[in-house]
């Protein structure tokens, strides 16, 4: 089955690409724009049909691989 | 309000980080994942109440900024 996670800085880690992207957006006529906070998306298939065990796999890769826990947060959907 | 984005390569494009993932995972005890696509997220703050205006923000946000249509698609969450 399909698993989505999202990596995201954490609250109070500075996001130097968000911020230009913002500066850009606020340039383009979205002037109503105030943070933007950029993060990163997997989408993992793993040969496991079992919702849990995926998850808890998911879970597994993100603390051993995918996220840097000291400055970033994830989120498996 | 809070707007979430997503922006993933289309279905076809190579995605060689996404490929570098999965075959780090593979040699890490996870040999049960068989493909790996890494996108791109981006948590968006406008000051807009009004979500279905605020989406529609975002949707013109990804089609003249965030995202490079030719080969990634976006998704509002």
Do not use: H, W
């Not at 609250?11 to 979205?30: C, E, R, S, Y």
């Amino acid at each position: 089955m399909k698993v989505k996670v999202i990596v995201t800085l954490k609250k109070g880690v500075l996001d130097p690409q968000g911020k230009a992207i913002q500066q850009t957006l606020n340039g383009m006529a979205f002037g109503n724009v105030s943070e933007v906070r950029q993060g990163k998306f997997f989408d993992i298939e793993i040969n496991e049909s079992d919702e849990t065990k995926a998850k808890s796999q998911a879970e597994e890769m993100c603390k051993k691989l995918l996220a840097n826990l000291v400055i970033e947060d994830y989120k498996i959907l």
